[in-house]
């Protein structure tokens, strides 16, 4: 049976900058506390915890002077000004393609403008970047909702890093029915655009699917549903352990993507387990 693994599968820049960046904070046997998951890969956060990275749910937890590490998903600059007034020191691991969105976002608040953020009000990226235009967005999931929402002056329209372009290209035109002063950024990162691209085509190519990444995972849900989509079986896993030998049966050709947090070594499991049950 052949195993075709999608090019770009695993670890993005902006994840791995932030692994990095805790591991190396760590060095020095000090703790490191991050509130919220740091990734959305549950076992490379376990690795982390046991070397002595904290994560906490509630700002409260974290001891004053502490060193705190911001979350590839970035977080309240408000919650991190507060932390600074309490002597902590501050380790920004915020992925470069969610800072831009954050400073997008801002200056769309700065200049006056009706905020759309395409996206998912409750994961931590989005939740973070409308904290940046002091929690005046409006977010959507679908174009569908725009019908229902009232603007008047200038609406600035952007998007969770990790989004599909579809879901940014139709609240656009939606919104160009509300307004003909629209500014648009494309905030999606590269890193999803083309791991959403790499999936389609290889779904095309094999018989069954197999995505690694977080349940969580906003970037890994999409690259589900785009295989999905293609009406190819698709089997969305954490871990080798979740594999099972029926999955494979007639199965000549598997394909494997994996999402921006699932890193090299659970991609490599899922492989040799694969081989070991067919």
């Known amino acids: 049976m052949e195993i075709k693994i999608a090019a770009h599968a695993g670890f993005c820049f902006g994840v ?5 960046m805790a591991e190396k904070a760590l060095e020095d046997g000090r703790k490191v506390y991050c509130l919220g998951s740091l990734i959305h890969n549950q076992k490379v956060i376990e690795k982390l915890e046991k070397k002595g990275l904290v994560t906490v ?8 002077g502490s060193l705190f590490l ?3 998903h970035g977080i309240d600059p408000k919650i991190v000004e507060n932390i600074i007034s309490q002597g902590g020191e501050i380790l920004d691991a915020t992925c470069p393609f969610v ?9 769309f608040h700065d200049d006056g403008y009706e905020i759309v953020i395409c996206g998912d009000p409750k994961h931590a990226e989005v939740i973070g970047i409308n904290a940046w235009a002091d929690n005046t967005a409006k977010i959507v999931e679908s174009a569908s909702e725009i019908k229902n929402l009232k603007f008047k002056g200038i609406i600035g329209v952007l998007s969770q ?4 372009i579809k879901l940014l290209e139709e609240v656009v035109v939606e919104l160009l029915q509300k307004t003909k002063s629209l500014v648009i950024e494309n905030t999606i990162c590269l890193d999803s655009s083309t791991k959403q691209a790499e999936i389609v085509a290889l779904a095309k190519e094999v018989d069954l699917v197999i995505v690694i990444g977080g349940k969580n995972s906003s970037n890994t849900g999409k690259l589900v ?3 999905e989509a293609q009406e190819k079986p698709t089997y969305h896993i954490e871990t080798a352990e979740e594999l099972q030998t029926e999955w494979f049966s007639g199965v000549k050709k598997v394909g494997i993507a994996a999402g921006a947090s699932t890193a090299k070594f ?3 499991e899922v492989v040799d387990k694969i081989n070991s049950l067919c």
Do not use: F, G
């Open 57 to 64: 749910t509630n700002p409260s937890e974290i001891p004053m």
């Open 266 to 268: 659970l991609i490599d």
């Open 16 to 20: 791995r900058r932030a692994v990095q």
């Open 161 to 164: 890093t990790t989004q599909k």
């Open 225 to 227: 549903q785009l295989s």
């Open 70 to 72: 911001i979350r590839s």
């Open 99 to 107: 800072r831009r969105a954050q400073l997008v976002a801002k200056k």
